[in-house]
């Protein structure tokens, strides 16, 4: 006769009341016996069947290797190829065509280099890496992931709002790129020729002009000293902007400018409609692209006479320049901001990746690759600098304005040299759109992300569409003042206060909390439960020691040599400066004003406080089956002295529990020696 079916797991449900209160705490965890021997037949589905139920949510059998490891509550990327393009779409973005030549072209030249390599490898890749993985240990987004520790979740919220000025005037970069791509739309570029009426006298065309004795006119300027323009540049700043002559003179909206905002807007909620399901099928194309056009461009570049001498001034150090610990300021917030750190978009894209994936080697492989794309612009830009300047006879240092309008002012210029140049101008203009939706589907996701984490029913996370179309929405809507004709203005104040050395603060204080109030030894422990083998010695170092003691110095030497913001001759009025420096600190003090209210209104603060600091209860891996270690529900029940937090249910709900006690009464069956059977029920606590 076949044996009674063998007791494969016990379920140990511990109910703890509260003295004093109708509330309780519940422990439930599920331990298998693990007795099952290689002859014993596989039992029908019954009461003890060993196929396990709900506790593992993807089909996880334990001791088989796991095949898929899905969390089927947020999500997970397609696979790994999707992760690590949407991780390069969202470093390599419109940065590194319009703000590394031109940190580049401000900062010295080659000079800018130095620091720029030394941030990049003391403190770009190791926060890169910390962030991966931070996210990625936690599957949760930037607000959630300070369960490690909740007095900091302040951090979380400086991130969310660092993510959403970006957020706001990255798209109307974006939407100005698909003006110019409506406007390449016709047999002859608008910006080719001086013959339009936004044309002033100085305009000196490139490919030719149509006015009279135009090249005398060239002659007299130069010799004369006065400065020439290009009609790319003149198009940009007459027509595209039509800029008005002070910050605060906002004047009319400019409606194609709108028009295409609100196309840019209804393109990154369509593409993000399904999250990472459907971003992750269209980065396969928009981080690819881009790099054909480029290569095109460079091809052309180089062969264009004084395209030398553009790569020369690109290469050439002035070492004077290394001094000034402004250049040292923007080689650090260029590498936050081209990396993505401390944006919150990286913790949230690791979010949904499996919990084994290989983070340390995507952050190389990332990190290099956006290195490699912003010195390859760089080539690309300052060979069509050098043509340009030649052509003009000036120096390379007065061919173009200062900030994003280099790429609306020395790209187009060097598309009028191309064969068929309005079909390589919808080229290009169409990759920057892609550059820039890139980094923008990622910023999106990320305020989506957290505000879901964040409340967390299932309600919110089936409608989930909804909370993506609401945040589109408000974006779109915050960004109509910088569609006016003061709007360059203002989009550069905030791309110079909003996002740049608030991004220096925000890492420092993350790696201070992981490091030192979570612990090191801790988070190393953390990284190896998740990657098979701890971090690499040099980023224990940077992590603990060499990135926060960088970046709290340049902070320091940046305060120090403040210089106001400037847009080529026009200098910001005093309460512009104001309202930029509130920008920036309306990030950072998040995380002061997080703490505050708690430690005023209650008592006992010290304790409240040590409180705060320790992780939440509910920290580590989402899944079950990577809950192991220090982790593990047994371990967590039966450590002594160890600090758990809990969570009180409500009356109701333990009304109900008490209904079920019978039922959830433990029962024990184990198979004796002679083929006898005994069961030992346990009562409940």
């Known amino acids: 006769m076949p044996s009674e079916p063998i007791a494969r797991y016990i379920i140990i449900h511990v109910k703890i009341p509260f003295q004093n209160t109708r509330c309780s705490v519940d422990f439930k965890t599920r331990v298998f016996l693990n007795m099952r021997s290689s002859c014993d037949p596989l039992p029908k589905e019954g009461p003890f069947s060993w196929r396990p139920r709900s506790t593992f949510q993807n089909g996880a059998v334990p001791g088989e290797p796991v095949k898929k490891d899905e969390n089927t509550r947020r999500g997970n990327w397609g696979n ?18 319009w703000r590394f030549p031109y940190l580049c072209y401000r900062n010295g030249g080659g000079a800018f280099m130095f620091p720029y390599f030394i941030m990049l490898v003391f403190c770009g890749i190791p926060l890169f890496f ?44 974006i939407c100005i790129a698909f003006y110019y791509f409506f406007m390449s739309m016709t047999n002859l570029l608008p910006w080719t020729y001086c013959n339009n009426p936004w044309n002033t006298p100085d305009c000196s065309g490139v490919v030719g002009t149509s006015r009279p004795n135009g090249s005398l006119a060239n002659v007299t300027g130069m010799v004369n000293g006065t400065k020439r323009t290009s009609p790319s540049e003149e198009y940009w700043r007459n027509y595209v902007l039509n800029i008005s002559d002070d910050i605060g003179n906002f004047g009319e909206v400019r409606l194609p400018i709108l028009g295409c905002l609100a196309v840019s807007w209804v393109v990154v909620f369509l593409c993000l409609i399904r999250g990472v399901k459907s971003s992750g099928k269209v980065v396969y194309f928009t981080a690819t692209f881009p790099y054909v056009v480029l290569t095109i461009l460079f091809v052309r570049g180089i062969t264009l006479e004084g395209a030398i001498d553009g790569i020369k001034y690109y290469l050439t150090p002035q070492w004077k320049m290394i001094l000034d610990a402004k250049v040292w300021g923007d080689a650090a917030s260029q590498i936050f901001y081209s990396l993505g750190c401390a944006w919150g978009g990286l913790i949230t894209m690791a979010s949904y990746n499996k919990f084994h994936n290989n983070c340390y080697r995507d952050s190389i492989i990332i990190s290099i690759t956006n290195c490699a794309t912003s010195v390859y612009a760089g080539f690309v830009i300052f060979s069509i600098l050098g043509f340009m300047a030649h052509h003009l006879g000036v120096d390379v240092s007065a061919v173009a304005d200062h900030g994003p309008g280099l790429a609306f002012v020395a790209y187009p210029e060097a598309l009028t040299l191309l064969p068929i140049s309005p079909l390589w101008s919808l080229l290009f203009f169409f990759m920057l759109i892609l550059l820039g939706l890139g980094t923008q589907f990622c910023l999106l996701e990320t305020l989506v992300t957290a505000i879901v984490d964040e409340i967390g029913t299932d309600w919110i996370i089936k409608h989930k569409t909804l909370v993506t179309l609401g945040v589109a929405i408000v974006g779109f809507l915050l960004g109509v003042p910088l569609t006016t004709r003061a709007g360059i203005y203002w989009l550069l104040l905030m791309d110079n206060y909003a996002a740049s050395f608030s991004l220096v603060i925000i890492s420092c204080i993350m790696c201070i909390c992981i490091m030192y109030v979570y612990g090191h030894r801790n988070y190393f422990k953390d990284v190896e439960m998740m990657l098979g083998f701890p971090p690499p010695f040099f980023f224990r170092m940077c992590w603990r020691f060499i990135s926060p003691v960088i970046i709290t110095f340049i902070l320091i030497f940046t305060v120090i040599q403040y210089k106001p913001i400037t847009y080529n001759k026009y200098i910001y009025p005093g309460w512009s400066l104001v309202i930029g420096f509130c920008m920036a600190l309306s990030s950072v003090i998040c995380i002061p004003l997080y703490v505050t209210p708690p430690g005023l209104l209650f008592p006992y603060l010290a304790q409240r406080l040590k409180s705060a600091v320790k992780p939440h209860w509910s920290w580590g891996p989402a899944l079950q089956e990577h809950r192991v270690g220090r982790y593990a529900p047994s371990s967590l029940l039966g450590a002594p002295g160890s600090d758990i937090g809990v969570e009180a249910c409500p009356f109701k709900e333990e009304l109900k529990e008490e209904e079920k006690e019978k039922r959830d009464e433990i029962s024990l069956t184990i198979q004796g020696s002679n083929g006898s059977t005994h069961t030992s029920p346990l009562p409940m606590a």
């Open 80 to 97: 790994q190829i999707e992760f690590v393009l949407t991780s390069v779409g969202y470093a390599v973005g419109l940065g590194n065509v």
């Open 130 to 173: 910390l962030e991966l993985s931070f996210g990625q240990f936690a599957s949760l987004g930037c607000l959630g992931v300070w369960k490690v520790s909740p007095m900091f979740k302040g951090v979380g919220y400086g991130m969310m709002v660092v993510s959403t000025y970006i957020g706001i005037y990255y798209n109307v970069v």
